[in-house]
């Protein structure tokens, strides 16, 4: 189910709330309050938040201002990505990886790269995480723009859903 942690003890990174947020200070939206709210104020760097407290701000967002927000969120990821020299196939079978880097204790879920065809320039992705498909959506989005598999490439990333409530596809275009 979005926006609830699959275990209560599991922590997420402050270099992680950060990269998102840094993504929403690019559009002037603040949402110091809803942190504060939860208990997230003065976020910092090597410290590890409670990720649920983190979840629950995302769900007032999304009710606020909407899936473009959560999408907006989902893109500043990439901001804490570091300018690895992977391939681009390498760069989205390491998602899961960096996910469980930011993530830990308990269970945190997975990102999984399930096919990839670079002929046809797509992939697909299992995500099986506590955050919304167009969280996930921004994510990919904001690292196709950052390492740019093809030069010129515009992607498009499109969430599909399952009867599983806590998974979706991702399926990717570039």
Known sequence: MHFKSFSEDVKISGEAILASLKALSEYSLSIDGLLNKYGLKDIKEGQWYNFQNWL???KDVSSKYGPNTIFTLGKGVANNVPDMKLDFRSLL???????KMNHIDGDVGYIELEAFDDAGRSARLKNRTPYPGDYGRGVLVGLIRKFRPVPGAVPKVEIETTDEEDVVYLNVYW
């Not at 079978?93 to 996910?99: E, K, V």
């Open 93 to 99: 079978g390491s998602i899961d990886r960096g996910y």
């Open 56 to 58: 629950n701000v995302l």
